[in-house]
């Protein structure tokens, strides 16, 4: 079997620190939004919250148009995987929503997401949204320079599986920098059919876990956008935007954890 050729860009520390200075406006995105998510707030009214602070720190928000994306993010409900369109959708107590953001800033791209619960939800959302964040935070401490790619895929695989839960295989990460979708692809699990590069410094990449709570199989809504769950069980999301530099690995997009109060009650 021959791999399509993959063309890896890696980043200067200077493009790292542009790429940066992107994630560091996307990462106050989600700090703010946090607050905005309860009952009765539209998944639409989220998205405009979010445009509004992209465009309100002199950016662009990277989804708006892609492909002819109608939001500038992606927000997926419940058994809503990713690629979710904001809506008049209003969510209800013991909703997840999937908030997945992409800002360009000088022409830099840098992508993050993060699943919240919304009000009080039940222990069974509670431990896919730990486990699924565990898996993009196992992900990333996996990542060395000269270690292969599927390290990342092996880590999220590993900590799913032990807890029982399925890995979505369809959708995977990306390189990010100046284009939003680059190589190499970052798939989440053990994948045998596409190339698993050598970890260079100046790689830059965005790692992306989808974790479903029952099968790994989804399919795509007729709004042609949504991915959902096959059998319609929860599915979480996290993604961070991560660079791979002379001192270490840097998580671009870093900010407190979304779901820290769901750790500490638990
Ligand atoms: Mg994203
Ligand atoms: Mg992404």
């Given at each position: 079997m021959s791999f399509r050729k993959q063309k890896i860009l890696l980043k200067s520390a200077d493009q790292v620190d542009k790429m940066q200075a992107s994630a560091e406006i996307l990462a106050s995105v989600f700090v703010n939004i946090r607050k905005m998510?309860?009952?009765?707030?539209?998944t639409g009214a989220i998205d405009e919250a979010i445009e509004t602070m992209i465009r309100q720190a002199g950016c662009f928000p990277?989804?708006?148009?892609?492909?002819?994306?109608?939001?500038s993010a992606c927000i997926s409900v419940n058994e809503e995987v990713v690629h979710g369109i904001p809506c008049e959708r209003v969510l209800n107590d013991g909703d997840i929503v999937g908030i997945d953001v992409g800002v360009i800033k000088d022409g830099w791209h840098s992508d993050s997401a993060e699943t919240l619960p919304v009000g009080q939800i039940n222990s069974e959302a509670v431990d896919l949204l730990k486990n699924t964040e565990e898996c993009l935070n196992l992900a990333i401490a996996a990542i060395?320079?000269?270690?292969?790619?599927?390290v990342i895929g092996s880590a999220v695989e590993d900590h799913a599986k032990a807890h029982g839960y399925s890995v979505v295989e369809t959708l995977v990460g990306h390189g990010i920098g100046r284009d939003l979708h680059e190589d190499p692809q970052v798939p989440n699990y053990r994948c045998f059919t596409m190339p698993d590069p050598i970890i260079e410094i100046g790689l830059v990449i965005a790692i992306e876990p989808m974790i479903n709570g029952g099968t790994k199989r989804v399919v795509t809504a007729r709004d042609e956008w949504t991915i959902r769950t096959q059998d319609r069980r929860l599915s979480a999301h996290f993604e961070h935007t991560v660079a791979v530099l002379n001192d270490g690995v840097r998580v671009?997009?870093?900010?407190?954890?979304?779901i820290a109060s769901l750790y500490s009650t638990q």
């Amino acid at each position: 079997m021959s791999f399509r050729k993959q063309k890896i860009l890696l980043k200067s520390a200077d493009q790292v620190d542009k790429m940066q200075a992107s994630a560091e406006i996307l990462a106050s995105v989600f700090v703010n939004i946090r607050k905005m998510v309860k009952p009765g707030v539209t998944t639409g009214a989220i998205d405009e919250a979010i445009e509004t602070m992209i465009r309100q720190a002199g950016c662009f928000p990277s989804f708006k148009g892609y492909h002819g994306f109608p939001g500038s993010a992606c927000i997926s409900v419940n058994e809503e995987v990713v690629h979710g369109i904001p809506c008049e959708r209003v969510l209800n107590d013991g909703d997840i929503v999937g908030i997945d953001v992409g800002v360009i800033k000088d022409g830099w791209h840098s992508d993050s997401a993060e699943t919240l619960p919304v009000g009080q939800i039940n222990s069974e959302a509670v431990d896919l949204l730990k486990n699924t964040e565990e898996c993009l935070n196992l992900a990333i401490a996996a990542i060395k320079p000269g270690k292969r790619l599927s390290v990342i895929g092996s880590a999220v695989e590993d900590h799913a599986k032990a807890h029982g839960y399925s890995v979505v295989e369809t959708l995977v990460g990306h390189g990010i920098g100046r284009d939003l979708h680059e190589d190499p692809q970052v798939p989440n699990y053990r994948c045998f059919t596409m190339p698993d590069p050598i970890i260079e410094i100046g790689l830059v990449i965005a790692i992306e876990p989808m974790i479903n709570g029952g099968t790994k199989r989804v399919v795509t809504a007729r709004d042609e956008w949504t991915i959902r769950t096959q059998d319609r069980r929860l599915s979480a999301h996290f993604e961070h935007t991560v660079a791979v530099l002379n001192d270490g690995v840097r998580v671009l997009t870093r900010r407190p954890s979304g779901i820290a109060s769901l750790y500490s009650t638990q």
